[in-house]
Every structure is written in structure tokens, then in C-alpha cells.
């Protein structure tokens, strides 16, 4: 019998109906950081996997806030396998994406530089990023608990060959994705509490223009290398189809 959550990801699959709406916001295409006439670099806000370079063309994702759910238990030992990656690599109906949604809700604009004139937004954002890493962590505890479990039941059933492999891959994919969704919620938490220690005096952002300006060079190299590891980080997360809409 086929479980309620296997419905929910065939049509999330078919006809991506579980993705969060899209809310018209400041699309930057690109940073402009400047210090006077001296120094001038453009930033982009995506790197391509294949190491050039891109922009995003996609609103800002809004997402509401919604009630969860509980998953049915699973059919059977392979699918409790595959739930390692739900979330992850699997897309999921929101109520029933418990830690992936919250983190992407927290997260929706927290780069937005629009913003980034305002110390209250730049304070609020770092509670969400803040918020979005204890959450990190749970999902991180829930998935360790699981591996272990699955581990010793393997081990004590004497499991098929296909099932160990796929349990070895399912544990490095979700692994290799709580190391980069870490380094994501730090790389965003660098660059607000950067501008947040120095100060709204320390420069100022055009909107019209698309270009922050820094009345000190220090400040406009290290604001640039700390927004591109950012964007490196953003790379890494967009890779995993739940985390694709992300902008920051």
C-alpha cells in the first residue's frame, strides 16, 4: 500500500506544487563594492558549479509558516533508508519537512542589501541565522540517531548488499549537506555581522545603483572576500533540490 507521504512525493516530483511562493522583492543581480575611485569590484551573486560565473534571475522565496505534520511509518527497510535523504536530495511537502523548510523560512532575506542600511534589519536577520543553525542541529542529532539505528539493524538482520550501499550513500550525502548548510548559515552570518561591527557609517548602500560604498579600503577588501565565500557557500546549498529557490 502506498504510504500518504509517497503521494505527496510523486506529485511534489511531477508538478513541483510543494515549492514556497515566490514574492516580488529587489532581485540584485550584482554587488557593486566600491571605496572612492581607487578600488571597484563587481560580486556576483551565484557561482556555477563549473567554477564561472552566474546571476540569479528569481524573486526573493517567501515562506509561510505552516503546521507540521507526522510521517507514517515507513513501508519498508529501504524506504526508512531513503528517509535519510528526505529533505535533502528529496523533496518533501512542507508540513512534513520539518527541519529544511524552517531553516529556508529563516533564511529567505537574510541577504537582502536593500536592507542593509537598517542595524535593526542587520540585528533581526542574525537572530534568524541563529535560529536557523539550532534547528541545524537538531535535524543534525534526528539524522545521527537514525544512521545509528539503521546501522545496527542492518548489521543484526544481515541485510542485502543493496541495501548496505544505499545506506553508505544516503549517510555521506546527508553528512556532506550538514557540513554545507552550516558553512551556508556562517558564511550569512559573516557578512551581517561584519557590516554590524562596523557600523552603518562605515559605508553606504545605493539601491537604485546596486552598489555599496566603503569610506575605508580595509573594510572594501574584507567585506568582498567575506561575501565571496558567502556566495560560495550559497553554490554548495543549491546543489541539494530543496534548497534550489534560495537567493542568499
Same mark, same amino acid.
Given at each position: 500500500m502506498v504510504s500518504k507521504f509517497k503521494s505527496f512525493?510523486?506529485?511534489?516530483a511531477a508538478a513541483c506544487i510543494f515549492l514556497p511562493l515566490q514574492a516580488?522583492?529587489?532581485q540584485i543581480l550584482? @554587488?557593486?563594492?566600491?571605496?572612492g575611485t581607487d578600488a571597484h569590484e563587481?560580486?556576483?551573486?551565484?557561482y556555477e558549479k563549473n567554477g564561472g560565473e552566474a546571476v540569479l534571475f528569481i524573486d526573493e522565496p517567501f515562506f509561510k509558516k505552516v503546521t507540521f505534520l507526522k510521517l507514517e511509518e515507513p513501508s519498508s527497510f529501504r524506504e526508512r533508508i531513503d528517509r535519510l535523504v528526505y529533505g535533502i536530495t528529496t523533496d518533501v511537502a512542507p508540513e512534513?519537512?520539518?527541519?529544511?523548510?524552517? #531553516?529556508?523560512?529563516?533564511?529567505?532575506?537574510?541577504?537582502?542589501?536593500?536592507? +542593509?542600511?537598517?542595524?535593526?534589519?542587520?540585528?533581526?536577520? #542574525?537572530?534568524?541565522?541563529?535560529?536557523?543553525?539550532?534547528? @541545524?542541529e537538531y535535524w543534525k542529532k534526528?539524522?545521527?540517531?537514525?544512521?545509528?539505528? #539503521?546501522?545496527?539493524?542492518?548489521?543484526?538482520?544481515?541485510?542485502?548488499?543493496s541495501n548496505r550501499?544505499? +545506506?553508505?550513500?544516503?549517510?555521506?550525502?546527508?553528512?556532506? +549537506?550538514?557540513?554545507?548548510?552550516?558553512s551556508w548559515i556562517d558564511n550569512n552570518r559573516a557578512v551581517l555581522?561584519?557590516?554590524?561591527?562596523?557600523?552603518?557609517?562605515?559605508?553606504?548602500?545605493?539601491?537604485?545603483?546596486?552598489?555599496f560604498f566603503f569610506k575605508n579600503i580595509q573594510h572594501f577588501r574584507d567585506f568582498s572576500a567575506i561575501y565571496k565565500s558567502k556566495i560560495k557557500a550559497l553554490t554548495e546549498m543549491r546543489s541539494y533540490l530543496p534548497f534550489r529557490m534560495m537567493v542568499y
Open positions: 512525493a510523486v506529485l511534489a516580488g522583492a529587489q550584482e @554587488l557593486s563594492v566600491e571605496y563587481v560580486l556576483p551573486t551565484y512534513y519537512d520539518h527541519y529544511g523548510y524552517e #531553516i529556508r523560512r529563516y533564511m529567505q532575506s537574510v541577504g537582502n542589501a536593500a536592507k +542593509f542600511n537598517d542595524p535593526a534589519f542587520i540585528e533581526q536577520q #542574525i537572530k534568524n541565522l541563529n535560529t536557523a543553525d539550532i534547528i @541545524l534526528k539524522l545521527k540517531a537514525d544512521m545509528e539505528e #539503521i546501522e545496527g539493524l542492518i548489521e543484526e538482520r544481515q541485510e542485502t548488499s550501499t544505499m +545506506f553508505k550513500y544516503n549517510r555521506g550525502v546527508a553528512n556532506a +549537506f550538514l557540513i554545507e548548510c552550516k555581522k561584519y557590516l554590524q561591527d562596523v557600523g552603518p557609517a562605515a559605508y553606504r548602500y545605493d539601491a537604485e545603483k546596486g552598489q
